[in-house]
């Protein structure tokens, strides 16, 4: 059995785009494609909407924010594609973008679109067909840890990125910005946000050396190659990448990694099959990154608990849209539970060691 290439499928009802707007304007700007326009949504991801707009014979992907966000800022279309844009050359495994598009008429929200990269994606579970060994687990997640550690080590100023971050004070706006978002996303009173927002505010590591940084690094988020699925060649949404410290984008990649002895709320929102026989646990993902780079990795714990903070108030964020009734995708109904385990893990993290 052959392992099927990652696929789009239907667009989910109030995500369809206009057509009638989007086909003309791609056709001034790709005039030698001639025949029609299909449009089809990629399954996954809960932030900014993906799509695949075939053209002719031409296959691109669209990005655009998602409807009804209240936060403009974590959804920049025109930022991503400027950052995709200089990054590409220097690391491949970033998207090659192709435009951008600031007029909101078009689509009523800026977007933008990159070429279509074949391969694997693994999710939950891998997909039927894949074989997945105990040595493709863990071969894999080699992978995984090596390519941020890559990431990690590119020379942002060179390649122009310098002016997307600012690396002084990094740490200190992310907790502050965070503990907001989730002031201003709130639905329900959950106590345990407001014990981990005090600890982590008062357990701030020293500042590191900076680096740029993807900011939600997990395995949906990268392509494997369908010849070799332990490569990793394509690394998606780069919405959140900025330069800061590389402990939390570590932090991040754990905050989403289920060990197989993690308890049964962990497993049932697991994100990948990282519980998997022969996967690295979280403490051998530190180790070995902290191998590759040569970074201090002591204070992991505080950048565990952060991490799964920062994805319980992105997860919160989400479940406020479908609250109030600003997009009716099915699948963030059950974002209230995912909150409240991010939550407690975020807690437990204080004293976990690494």
Known sequence: MTTPLDAAGYVRPGEELDLTKLEPFLRSRFPAERRGITLRQFPSGHSNLTYSVLLGDREMVLRRPPFGTKVKSAHDMGREFRVLSKLHQAYPPAPCVLLYCDDETILGAPFYLMERLHGIIIRRDPPPG?????????????SFVDNLARLHALDY????????GKPDG????QVTGWIERYAGSKTHELPEAEQIAGWIEQHMPPT????????????????LNPNNPTEIIGVLDWEMSTIGDPLSDLGTALAYWVDPDDSSEWQEIRWGPTTCAGSLSRSEIVERYAR????????????????????????????????????????FARMPG????????????????M
Request: positive net charge; charged residues 25%.
């Open 170 to 173: 990094y740490l200190q706006r």
């Open 157 to 164: 100023r060179a390649i122009g990125l310098a002016e997307i």
């Open 338 to 353: 995912v909150v409240k385990t991010l939550l407690r893990g975020a807690l437990e993290a204080c004293s976990e060691p």
């Open 130 to 142: 894949m074989e997945f060994s105990r040595e493709t687990a863990g071969r894999l997640s080699e």
């Open 292 to 331: 590759e780079t040569g970074r201090d990795t002591s204070y992991m714990p505080f950048y565990l608990a952060f991490a799964r903070f920062k994805v319980a108030v992105i997860a919160q964020q989400i479940y406020y849209r479908y609250h109030h009734g600003l997009t009716r995708d099915p699948r």
């Open 208 to 223: 590191g050396t900076a680096a740029l940084i993807h900011n939600d690094y997990k395995y949906d988020n990268t392509v």
